[in-house]
């Protein structure tokens, strides 16, 4: 009893000086909010949990992309502003990247804006959606190079005190899986198209296409380490960074490129723990993208129900009134919960379109589906801004999110800058914004003995970062 009371009476002058911690921190905040230096020197010093939605290939910024092409020969289309590879007789009619943009800075910017939305004014017939997606045609780097683009981002959020990424990244879909599927008829039932597509020749290369991204990932983050100088006493803050992935198909491809490549998610899923879930992407407005999307739905459905689950974040709801029609406006986020099995949904900007919104809302609490919640590219995509944004709505409604980069190279932002524009444009509290970065803690996808130690740790950076106000 005596033990208990003394336990008791710790936990209580624990909580005591944890309250006083909260509260000079929080004055602290509040006293700083309308300043942006101050903000951003206080947040970026802030401990993060994790960003949970960032695409590998967006999140490499344009001099990255141009660097790797001059180092690795290859060629620039100066018309198109697009790294082409060299083919054998070299880069032909084109400049390698390096003799095109040696001293000539003028064109060095023209590239880099051609990579993102750096200096990006929209004219008619040419939105941020438009050249947000164009970016993605025009930028190239050789397979090698995949290591140094997780090197780049996990030290970009090492330097932020991040502790957590996962890294949307497609492997094997655009060399092997589509050329090999792509001519394949789908029925639409999804349990028929698994046996065609796994009776045919995807079934029977599906094992190798597992074992080289295995091999390749191991090769990458061999690379990261060393670019980082993990291990050694000159390690760089990326090191710190704990790295998981998770498969990306893309959602505009045909309905059997598609299928299989989501079913080499599952099988890689199943033997390698780097890779911890699924995300459907590219544009959720295109054509296939929209015609397909009941199938995408049956096809998780299938795979979760008969070769056991997986975890499921899709990108759903990054629509908006006037980008596609409105009933393309009514279901998308339901169907994603409620048929592809997410676990977390990625921007969800027009929930309040959706059907019964109120209902699906409260079913998101209650099974805490999460919402990741992507600032600047919601304005930038959707000229979704403000009080037009519905992380207000999701608050209220109880449903958790929390901030993340989605394109951060593209963009040209980092986490940081999402958690100062979420704290000016919403007037986020201090508390508000460390749940939302333990919310990238709480719903990553990592195992659950990781993810114990990963927000142990989190809890002793907020204990040593709070002490000083
Ligand atoms: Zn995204």
């Avoid at 040209?412 to 999402?418: A, G, M, S, V, Y």
């Amino acid at each position: 009893m005596k033990k208990l009371l003394f336990v008791i009476a710790g936990t209580i002058l624990i909580s005591c000086s944890e309250a006083s911690l909260q509260t000079g921190v929080s004055a602290k905040f509040e006293s700083i909010k309308g300043n942006e230096i101050a903000l951003r020197e206080f947040i970026q010093a802030m401990p993060k949990g994790g960003d949970l939605h960032n695409h590998l290939f967006g999140a490499v910024y344009a001099e990255s992309w141009i660097k790797w092409a001059e180092e690795d020969g290859l060629c620039l289309d100066k018309a198109a502003l697009a790294i082409r590879f060299p083919s054998g007789a070299g880069c032909g009619e084109l400049p390698t990247m390096k003799a095109a943009l040696n001293f000539n800075q003028d064109l060095r910017n023209e590239v880099i804006e051609n990579f993102s939305l750096r200096d990006f004014v929209p004219t008619a017939g040419w939105s941020g959606h438009d050249q947000f997606f164009a970016t993605f045609a025009d930028m190239a780097a050789l397979p090698s190079r995949f290591g140094d683009m997780v090197a780049e981002t996990a030290n970009l959020a090492g330097e932020q005190n991040v502790a957590y990424l996962e890294l949307l990244h497609t492997m094997e879909l655009f060399e092997t899986i589509l050329p090999m599927v792509a001519a394949i008829p789908m029925s639409g039932d999804a349990a028929k198209d698994y046996e065609t597509l796994m009776g045919g020749e995807f079934g029977k290369a599906l094992p190798d296409m597992i074992a080289r991204a295995r091999r390749d990932t191991d090769t990458a983050m061999a690379r990261k380490n060393n670019l980082l100088k993990c291990g050694t006493k000159n390690a760089k803050p990326g090191c710190q960074v704990e790295v998981r992935f998770l498969n990306q198909p893309v959602r505009t491809l045909p309905l059997s490129a598609v299928y299989a490549h989501q079913i080499f998610g599952w099988a890689l899923m199943a033997q390698d723990d780097r890779f911890v879930g699924t995300n459907l992407v590219a544009p959720e407005d295109d054509y296939i993208a929209l015609r397909d999307y009941d199938d995408h739905m049956e096809q998780l459905d299938y795979l979760y129900q008969t070769l056991g689950s997986r975890n499921v974040s899709l990108h759903a709801g990054e629509l908006w009134l006037g980008l596609v029609h409105p009933s393309e406006l009514r279901n998308h986020i339901n169907d994603a919960v409620k048929i592809g099995h997410a676990k977390r949904i990625g921007h969800g900007t027009d929930i309040v379109f959706e059907t019964n919104y109120k209902a699906l809302l409260k079913h998101m609490a209650d099974n805490e589906i999460m919402v990741e919640i992507n600032l600047t590219s919601s304005d930038a995509l959707l000229g979704i801004t403000g009080e037009k944004h519905p992380l207000t709505v999701y608050r209220a409604a109880g449903v958790p999110i929390s901030l993340s980069t989605d394109d951060e190279g593209v963009a040209r932002i980092d986490l940081t800058h999402e958690y100062i524009r979420g704290t000016q444009e919403f007037d986020l509290s201090y508390a508000q914004l460390k749940d939302m970065t333990y919310n990238g803690l709480r719903y990553a996808f990592i195992d659950d003995t990781k993810k114990a130690e990963l927000i142990k740790a989190l809890d002793d950076k907020f204990i040593v970062f709070e002490s000083q106000f």
